[in-house]
């Protein structure tokens, strides 16, 4: 399937979900569904960085807060529409995620691991002693009163915005997995020096993933406020976004943009049903457990695994 | 001070290749490794097209000659010119977009993919035009260079798992497909069967047809003396000898540096 057509069915997917969805009544389903797909965009955005590049990001954390925090910054500032500040978060991680990458110029493997954990806990101290974005104690946001499109409830908008973010992080994924540039990452992940022997312009790819990679998880964090309407800088700087966006592509598959899909909204959606049923405690231990089964006995996670079955028929 | 590229200085010896225009002239090159000298300003030519044979003792410094010739190592003086340009601050990409293109003496496969599509990251971002992902003149293209090494019976095994003589071939492949003006091999030969060694050497030998130099590092002494023109001697970091093939071998410096006094 060509990219254009592949776009314009992730599209057409989109708006049939957002169709679909305005019959159920109950809201619980909206904000269970946008946190799978919250997920889905943040696993797709590290996959591009991690998966295609092998470059390990273990401060996806970071990203997200990043887009978060632009979120908040711009209501205290201007109150912007929400499409503002979804644009302007993103752009802000893109250009950290700029900076990630120039870091692969001399951080490689392990240490480059370690560099995005610090990372985020240098940008986490940095927000917590920021006053005007509310600091430790965090900032209050009043979702708009105002609804688009005679929706009838916020959480319908944000629900709307993220199937669409979603639905645009898959098409950049895909498009860059089946490009010249996937080619290029996927040299870079087996050998970098080959690859630079091969003519591959190493640096300038990888700084190319990590924006990309970056600015996508910013834009997954930046409607997190208007959901919340609350955030304080633990939340958005939780550990748990670090560990689900790598767990999610190990266990989806790393070298496909449908990996870190199946991935995430498997894990995200036993999440949430264990979350209603049993208790939020349990989350941490099933990312743990599916971690260990799946890097055991499919460790090219499900897609490959399916990929493999399939080959052998 | 940047001395001319077509004016190589020292060495005293006469460079047989001087006046033939050059493809790569490298003049005064030196490296060092903390307090280790690989190289001592060292000086070397390559005609369009020329066979040259580089051998040396173990840890004379090939290897490190051909990843400043590269660019995957920095040398710290001297001059590094390619078709009449200087490549010495290039990083090693741009440098095979110009048309230097190496093989690694131990292999480095992109481990992941079929051996075919380790052909087409070269013919995708070499020196040649580059050929879309996945159309049929990239795959037959690839093709074409897997059947000149002897691999077209593999194209589709997964490139990590090739035995060791299969990934030389693989390497030697990986660097025809970036479409080279000067290819250099970096010991192709190593452990090879001597009817794969002739294998390899007609291969190489072939490549004179498409114009492309070869730099044919070895220490199977055989195929270096039936492949070279000229052949360069390295000891300890100097070039010590120059010239026609047959001289340089009975030079009395070379075979003391073999095989002492």
Known sequence: MTNPRFAALAFAAAIAFIAATMLIPNDYYFSAAYTVLQFVILATAWNVLGGYAGYVNFGSAAFFAVGAYSSVFLYKAVHPPLIVSIAVGTVVAGLLGMAVGYLTLRLRGVFFAIATLALAVVLYTFVVNWDYVGGARGAYILQPKDLPFGLKRYIHVLYMAMVLMTAAALVIARTIETSAIGRGLAAIRDDELAAECAGVPTLRLKILAATVSGSLMGMAGTTFPYYLSYVEPSAAFNLSYAVNTIAMPLIGGMTMWAGPLVGAVLLGTVQQVVQVTVSSEWNLLIVGVLLVVFVTLAPNGIVGWVARLRRKR | ?261
């Open chain 2, 1 to 261: 001070m940047t001395p001319s590229p077509t004016l190589p200085q020292g060495g005293g010896r006469p460079l047989p290749a001087q006046g033939r225009g050059r493809l790569l002239a490298i003049s005064g090159v030196t490296k060092r490794f903390g307090g280790f000298t690989a190289l001592e300003s060292v000086d070397l030519t390559v005609a369009p097209g020329e066979r040259l044979g580089l051998i040396g003792p173990n840890g004379s410094g090939k290897s490190t000659l051909v990843n400043c010739i590269a660019g995957t190592l920095r040398h710290e003086a001297g001059t590094i010119a390619f078709k009449d340009r200087d490549i010495g601050r290039l990083p090693a990409f741009k440098r095979v977009h110009l048309g230097v293109a190496r093989s690694f003496q131990i292999p480095r496969p992109f481990a992941s993919m079929s051996v075919a599509d380790n052909l087409r990251i070269p013919l995708l971002y070499g020196a040649g035009a580059p050929l879309t992902l996945n159309t049929q003149s990239a795959t037959a293209e690839a093709m074409r260079i897997l059947e000149q090494v002897g691999l077209a019976g593999k194209a589709h095994a997964m490139s990590g798992g090739l035995t060791q003589v299969d990934m030389r071939k693989l390497e030697l492949a990986r660097a025809i497909a970036a479409k080279p003006a000067l290819l250099i091999a970096d010991e192709s030969m190593a452990g090879l069967s001597a009817s794969e060694v002739d294998e390899i050497l007609v291969l190489l030998l072939g490549m004179k047809e498409h114009g492309v130099a070869v730099i044919m590092i070895e220490h199977v002494m055989r195929a270096v003396m039936k492949f070279s023109e000229r052949i360069a001697v390295l000891v300890a970091g100097r070039k010590i000898a120059d010239g026609d093939p047959k001289a340089v071998v009975a030079d009395r410096d070379v075979v003391k540096a073999y095989l002492g006094e």
